[in-house]
């Protein structure tokens, strides 16, 4: 997890006790959604103090930004400045509980398909661990490279050129002959075009010279131009995005929420944006989202063959279960780049 370069390392801000005190606030107040008093947090710390030194530190806490009152009678929650030093004290994501390790077990023991399919299906996975939104994003075609392609004749007039990029994707394009070829023709123009792109981005024009066959040449520049046409940006799976109305009280943050996560150019950005940061949990204003100002959105890359291939995320109110959101982002964006790397 990279270091927020808004807040430094607070631990040098924070003593000890009110280091624990905070934790304490953030982890119940994560439990009940209520604000949170010292009797609670005098009970859970373990820090031999008395009641009043609680109440001083908790106001202290409050006047630094960490803690919010929102009623005078009432305990304190937690801002995003205290969310971040929670996240920021959890050293690496920790391993996920039996149930939640098993259904990820059976899920990718079990996982098949198009990469399409795995993506989606990888996004309900992780809404059903999580509780929460999730968001899956595959890299751009374009920036993928081709590991093989082939021609395959269906007829004397019509080849299937069939592409296997290093993202997982396998792409299909029917292509009509203006006369017939023979089989050995069909196989001659696969093998001279593999030669060609194999290794090559998938949105290249490579140049490839002519085989000295017009026949053959002429299949080779079809198929060329129809496995590098224009292709669609980073593909998005969004899941569990019904989870999100159970997560807030406000009607207008759910529809504020809802609609952002529609908007698949902003979700794509703003993963990006996380990651380009060089973080995995962004909170509420670090989001830079006024939509999003009441959620919490935690990340990872996954990669196919040592390549990045995408990333995956949860989205979810600011007082998201964040060790457990954490835990299972690592885990599911590590065996999903591990089943698409065996193909």
Known sequence: MGPSRYLGNIRDVLDERKAAILQAVVQEYIRTAQPVGSNHV????????????????????????????????????????GYRFFVDSIARPGPLDSGRAL???????????????????????????????????????????????????????????????????VERQTIELGAELADDQIAAASSHLARAMIGTTASARVVIPPTGDAAVDGLVDAAHAALTGTRAVEPIYVG?????????????????????????????????????????????????????????????????????????????PTRMNYEQALASVAIVSRRLGQRLSEG
């Open 42 to 81: 005098l009970g859970a710390t373990g820090v031999e103090v008395s009641a009043a030194t609680v109440r001083n530190d908790m106001a202290v806490l409050e006047s630094e930004g960490y803690l919010h009152q929102p009623h005078t009678s009432a305990g304190r929650v937690p801002t995003d400045k």
């Open 103 to 169: 259904q990820v077990r059976s899920f990718f023991a079990n996982a098949h398909g198009a990469l399409e399919q795995m993506l989606f299906d990888t996004s309900q996975l992780l809404t059903r661990l999580t509780d929460h939104a999730a968001v899956v994003v595959g890299a751009p075609l374009e920036q993928a490279t081709i590991r093989s392609v082939q021609l395959v004749g269906l007829s004397s007039r019509v080849v299937l050129a069939v592409t296997v990029l290093s993202n997982g994707a």
């Open 240 to 316: 569990g995005v019904a989870r999100m109305a159970e997560a807030f009280d406000a009607v207008e943050t759910v529809r504020a929420v809802l609609r952002t996560l529609e908007e698949q150019y902003v979700v794509v950005s703003l993963v990006r944006d996380i990651l380009d940061r060089g973080l995995s949990v962004a909170i509420g204003s670090e989001l830079g989202l006024e939509q999003l100002a009441a959620c919490s959105v935690v990340v990872a890359p996954f990669e196919i063959d040592g390549e990045p291939a995408g990333s995956i995320g949860v989205v979810g």
